[in-house]
Structures are given as structure tokens and as C-alpha cells.
């Protein structure tokens, strides 16, 4: 029967460094590992029954933290990172946190939920995780809120700290794009309906559509800047405050479609046409946003893209764990559709001078 000594002297290695392997007891570097775990199997050394599984590397499934699958965007990035590590042949490992109903749109409470997260982190530890993908459904930066015990850790849809890797959409760039798209238009009485005051993609995406308003020579009068909580209904109530201002806006960027869908119904509710009296543009690119009538302008969000990179950084990490981190942020994609249009002004008076 083969021994650990046997196995080490295959290896060159020590006999402490092979009861580290096959018992899973220290973290080794994958070639190391790789190394004794083909020398157990070439000379059919029975592996202890500890109930630890050896840490191999090579094999062992990835673990991904979801602070709730039920919610856009998780599914679609757990397909994107189940699609890459099918081509790493790696298992996912899923542990879900329910955190949408604690939540509810009060994301940057996040910090409350600590323990949890952590004890989510130790569970996926447990069934011998080579590294960590934290799937969040709120871009928001989190630095300082998970310990990862050692292993490799990539925020998805999120931000770490400086020395981690995370994958994210280009809040602020696509929001300034979305402005521009207004302003070439012709509008000029542009008003914004924003999630959360507090919200990290509510403040990125309102300087990003603020810097091309500047640099159009444009400005948001304070009344034109209302404040909604990311649902339906907030969106259709701002929208009709909006329209009761002496000098309604033109065009309004609301900065999910939930919202935006509220806005354009509260138009249409209010005898308006959409666009020739108010243009409206969104942000995700749901599903529902192409069934609404008009179909709703807005912004396609790389979410399965996110998984697929996210996984493929973790990858990358375990393959080379000194490697630094790595900081990705994906364009959005403009999606064009009926809300948007020249304003009935502009129009008129083109008409005029032709």
C-alpha cells in the first residue's frame, strides 16, 4: 500500500507538504497540488476520510455569492458565469443570500447584512471553494464588507476596494451619452428622474448626464431634478410633477425603465404624445421595455458579459495568484427605439424655415 512518504519521494516534495494536500489543510500553489494529487492517483494512495476534501485547484468547483437570485441582474450573470467555467470545466457552487425583501431599493444598507455575507463566504468555503465571485444586485462599492478568508475574491456587478477585482458597466458614460442623445435631438428642457440621493449608479449616472448638459451649454434647473425610489409608480408620480411645472421639460432621462415606464405613462395619461411632446429614455433594457407603446429608448446593461468576465478574472487569479488586480468596466449599449424623437417645437420650426 502506498504512503504518504512514497508520494513524497515521488515528488520531491516533503511529507508535510503531501498531508497538507491530500488532507486539506494549507492552501499550496496549484502546481504543487496539481503535482501530489497526480501522485496519489499513479499510485492509488487511499485518501483519508476526514470529511475535508483535498485542495486541488485545478478541480475544485468556484463558489459564487448571490445577494438574491430572483433579481435583474443576477440570473443573466449567473449564465455568464456558468458559460465560462464550462469552458474551464469548473463546477458553481451557489449560495443565494434573499437579501431583495431586507433591502428593498436601500442598498447601501448593505453594511448591516455583514454577517451574513460572511457566513455565506465561510458555507461556500466549506464545500472547498477555490475562489469567490460575489454577484450583487446593485452597483455600489463594498470595499471592506466581505472577508475572504485567503481565497480569491471578484465583485461582479460591484466594486471592491483597490487591491480587488471586480467587473462593472460604465455607469457614468452611458448616462452621458444619454444626454447627448437628447441634446442632438434639439431639446433643451431636459429633466432627470434619479433613484436613490444616496444611490452609487444614481450619483454616477447624474454627473455623467450633468458633465454633457455643461458641455452642451446646458444646465438642470433645480425643479427639472426629481428624485424617485427606482419603482413603477415613483417614475409615473415625478413625472406628473414634472409636467405641472410652467415650463414642462421636453425630454426626460429616467434612470431605470421601471421609472421610465411610469414617465411615459403618466404623459400619455396626461393627453400628451410621446415623443412629440416629451421624450423619455431609460436605462437596463428590460424585457418590458420593448413591449410598452411606444417602445422605450434606453440602455442595454453587458450583464452576461459581467458573469462571463468575472469568472474568466478568477480564473486568471487562481492561475497566477500574485498577479494584480484587475478592474473592468464594460460599455452599455444605446438601444433606439419609438420614446425618442425631436421636440414638436423644434420640428415645427424646422418645417417652417425648409
Not at 476520510?49 to 437570485?69: C, F, H, K, M, N
Request: some cysteine; proline content about 6%.
Amino acid at each position: 500500500m502506498a504512503t504518504m512518504r512514497d508520494i513524497a519521494q515521488l515528488t520531491g516534495v516533503s511529507t508535510a507538504t503531501v498531508s497538507h494536500v491530500v488532507n486539506g489543510t494549507k492552501r499550496l500553489s496549484p502546481e504543487t497540488t496539481r503535482m501530489v494529487m497526480d501522485a496519489v492517483r499513479a499510485l492509488g494512495y487511499k485518501l483519508p476520510s476526514t470529511g475535508r476534501a483535498p485542495l486541488d485547484q485545478t478541480s475544485a468547483p468556484i463558489g459564487v455569492l448571490v445577494e438574491d437570485v430572483r433579481c435583474f441582474p443576477s440570473p443573466d450573470i449567473l449564465c455568464g458565469i456558468a458559460e465560462a467555467l464550462e469552458n474551464h470545466q469548473r463546477r458553481m457552487l451557489v449560495h443565494d443570500l434573499h437579501l431583495y425583501e431586507k433591502l428593498y431599493n436601500q442598498y447601501e444598507l448593505i453594511g448591516a447584512y455583514r454577517e451574513q455575507i460572511n457566513k455565506g463566504i465561510s458555507l461556500l468555503a466549506e464545500g472547498h471553494a477555490a475562489g469567490v465571485i460575489y454577484v450583487a444586485m446593485h452597483d455600489r462599492h463594498l470595499d471592506g464588507l466581505i472577508d475572504a478568508s485567503g481565497k480569491p475574491l471578484v465583485f461582479a456587478y460591484s466594486l471592491g476596494a483597490a487591491s480587488d477585482s471586480y467587473v462593472t458597466y460604465a455607469n457614468k458614460e452611458s448616462a452621458s451619452d444619454a444626454a447627448r442623445h437628447l441634446i442632438g435631438l434639439g431639446h433643451k428642457r431636459i429633466a432627470v428622474i434619479a433613484g436613490h440621493p444616496h444611490s452609487f449608479p444614481a450619483m454616477k449616472r447624474l454627473s455623467g448626464f450633468l458633465i454633457a448638459m455643461q458641455e452642451a451649454g446646458l444646465s438642470i434647473p433645480e425643479p427639472y431634478l426629481a428624485y424617485g425610489n427606482w419603482e413603477y409608480d415613483s417614475g409615473y408620480e415625478r413625472m406628473l410633477g414634472l409636467l405641472k411645472l410652467p415650463e414642462p421639460p421636453t425630454a426626460v432621462f429616467a434612470m431605470n425603465d421601471y421609472m421610465a415606464a411610469g414617465a411615459l405613462h403618466a404623459a400619455l395619461d396626461s393627453g400628451l404624445e410621446v415623443p412629440e411632446d416629451l421624450s423619455v429614455i431609460g436605462f437596463d433594457n428590460r424585457e418590458s421595455s420593448s413591449f410598452l407603446r411606444p417602445q422605450l429608448t434606453t440602455y442595454d446593461l453587458p450583464v452576461r458579459e459581467i458573469g462571463r468576465q468575472a469568472a474568466n478574472t478568477l480564473m486568471q487569479m487562481l492561475s497566477s495568484p500574485g498577479a494584480s488586480p484587475q478592474s473592468i468596466v464594460l460599455p452599455c449599449t444605446f438601444i433606439h427605439r419609438q420614446s425618442t424623437g425631436s421636440p414638436r417645437e423644434f420640428t415645427v420650426k424646422e418645417r417652417r424655415s425648409s
